[in-house]
């Protein structure tokens, strides 16, 4: 059993928040279907509000979705 080489581990990252976004998107949509729109936009406020906080208290700089300033030259 000592002989046995022991390999790394695959790196499952991206596969799981693919799925992680494909679950979001059906749970956005049964929401939607179930209560309509505004449910949705609040709870994707919620969950928007929730993962900044985190990232700031991990000290994560986060790059903003939509580029503020200046438009383009």
Not at 17 to 28: A, S
Request: aromatic content about 6%; charged content about 20%; overall charge positive.
């Amino acid at each position: 059993m000592a002989d046995r080489d022991i390999r790394s581990a695959p790196d499952y990252t991206v596969p799981a928040l693919v799925m992680m976004g494909v679950n979001l998107i059906w749970i956005f949509l049964a929401i939607w279907a179930a209560f309509g729109l505004l449910p949705v936009l609040l709870l994707a406020l919620g969950l928007n509000h929730v993962l900044e906080r985190v990232a700031a208290r991990r000290g994560v700089r986060l790059s903003p979705a939509v580029p503020r300033g200046r438009g383009r030259d």
